[in-house]
């Protein structure tokens, strides 16, 4: 489960710009803060990478798993 998560976290890390803000609330939750002009579609294009990453196997231990991901997108003001 561990090494799942650090997997987790890296492939997340790769989808994210330098700017941005990316932690784990807990279990396997994670947050970001993407600041971004009104118009701007990089909310759009990071959400797309995130599932592009997860549409690949984790090799774990010689074991091979896939994960399903969820992501919820919600801007301010």
Do not use: M, W
């Not at 997860?54 to 003001?77: M, W």
């Amino acid at each position: 489960g561990d090494d799942l998560l650090k997997e987790t976290a890296e492939r997340l890390h790769r989808c994210f710009r330098e700017k941005d803000f990316i932690a784990r609330l807990g279990g396997d939750e994670f947050v970001a803060i993407v600041n971004h002009h009104i118009n701007d579609k990089t909310p759009k294009s990071i959400a797309q990478r995130i599932l592009h990453e997860f549409n690949a196997e984790f090799n774990i231990s010689e074991l091979r798993i896939s994960c399903k991901i969820s992501i919820g997108l919600s801007t301010y003001p």
